[in-house]
């Protein structure tokens, strides 16, 4: 304890006087207490702590995690031991000499310098470095701003790994409750990669030199580290074995309450849901190996708005909370045509008793994608279509309270944001 406190006043004293936030009396109990940096986030510190954010919430009373401020002192939970600091000062960093530990160092950023330069300095990739403070802009990093050297990649990249792994390539990272992780290798030799996350096999496409893989991250996955393995069959039988951290982020989901008209209550029938989820989840399990999507996502409506964001918790008429919502709703009136937002196959169309006249349409590699709710189909099963290709027309066929098109994406089963895939090109 009494090193933590030499290792905290050290901080203070290399801080210049511009950089210190406005503060009150010094803590009594210096080494469990952290003065929240520009661009930190509560996730950010927990990780940094080893400790939980719930934890951190609970122990400083924040009602709302999502609001602290520059300066705000959190007192840092004892739960787990905490890391000590070894801060590397201007002065002594030439004598850095320390042999190699699990123990995250602390850099004070001097003039002249960039992120860059420091993530070099430390044998790290910039991405790892940024990672790792929750510097969104690198650009913007100032004198006397305290960075944590990681120990571990975050991101993969510039991490080592065995032969033949060259390259492994985690994004987004942090990966976030509900989307999905793209898993990129490249190796050094010809050779077959599969892998896992949380037990869940990987199923990558490629050629014998490298290939990419899809992870859908559980809307309700807790927010930590977690290892995903990863493992190279050469041609002669030898393997080769690494593992990744992949970091989950908060999603970041409200909760909402569904009221259901009378009459539509009954639909809430388990038995009916099961039936039909036992048949959807026949359907979206399979595998086809190749990928037949290309690029960034097309929007399915030309029209509309989002009216309910995928994640966002759910109950209904009240009830507890024991779902969350597996698309993103647009609200559009009856009839507005509903486009294939990119390449695929028709794997079901028919009317169900929850989802209503329902699409479900297979990009590959475990890709699916599922348009509810319609008034009309245009499709029939074993079709192929293109990104601009006509579904069908929104409705308010099945389990509803108004028109709207349902859009939802499942990656091995798993429901993911599909404005993700909007937004940016998977891989
Ligand atoms: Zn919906």
Redesign the pocket.
């Known amino acids: 304890m009494r090193k933590r406190l030499i290792a905290f006043l050290l901080v203070l004293t290399v801080l210049p006087v511009a950089a210190l936030p406005a503060v009150a009396a010094p803590p009594t109990q210096a080494g469990d207490v952290y003065v929240v940096q520009p661009g930190d986030t509560l996730f950010a510190i927990a990780l940094r702590f080893d400790v939980t954010t719930a934890d951190i919430a609970a122990t400083n009373d924040l009602s709302n995690p999502n609001l602290i401020f520059v300066g705000q002192q959190l007192i840092i939970p004892g739960s787990k031991p905490v890391a000590e600091p070894a801060i590397v000062t201007n002065q002594d960093e030439a004598n850095d000499t320390a042999p190699p530990s699990v123990s995250p160092k602390v850099y004070v950023v001097k003039p002249g310098d960039t992120l860059m330069a420091i993530a070099t300095r430390f044998g790290l990739a910039a991405t790892d470095l940024a990672l790792a403070n929750s510097i969104h802009n690198p650009d913007y990093i100032y004198i006397g701003q305290q960075l944590v050297i990681p120990t571990v990649g975050l991101s993969g990249v510039g991490a080592r790994h065995p032969a033949p792994f060259s390259a492994i390539q985690l994004s987004p990272a942090p990966v976030l409750q509900g989307q999905t992780l793209v898993v990129e290798v490249t190796l050094s030799q010809p050779a077959t990669i599969s892998g896992d996350f949380e037990g869940r096999p990987l199923f990558f496409t490629g050629d014998d030199r490298g290939g990419w893989a899809l992870v859908g991250i559980h809307a309700l996955q807790d927010v930590g580290i977690y290892s995903l393995a990863l493992r190279a069959t050469l041609e002669d039988g030898t393997e080769s074995v690494t593992a990744m951290n992949v970091v989950v982020g908060e999603g970041g989901y409200a909760t909402e309450n569904i009221q259901l008209a009378p009459g539509r209550e009954s639909l809430l029938d388990p038995e009916i849901i099961q039936v039909e989820q036992e048949q959807m989840v026949e359907l979206w399990s399979q595998l086809s190996p190749r990928p037949l999507w290309e690029g960034t996502f097309g929007l399915p409506l030309a029209e509309g708005r989002v009216t309910?964001p995928f994640g966002t918790r759910r109950s209904y008429n009240n009830g507890p909370v024991n779902g969350f919502?597996g698309?993103t709703?647009f609200g559009a009136g009856n009839g507005i045509p509903i486009y294939a937002p990119a390449t695929g196959r028709v794997v079901l169309a028919k009317e169900l008793s929850v989802r209503g006249k329902a699409v479900l349409i297979d990009h590959g590699l475990g890709v699916f994608s599922g348009y509810w709710h319609q008034s009309e189909v245009a499709v029939q099963v074993g079709q192929e279509v293109q990104r601009g290709d006509l579904l069908g027309y929104v409705g308010d066929t099945g389990l509803v309270t108004g028109a709207h098109l349902?859009w939802e994406m499942r990656i091995g089963g798993f429901a993911v944001d599909p404005m993700q895939w909007t937004q940016m090109s998977i891989p």
């Open positions: 309910s919502h698309g709703d349902h």
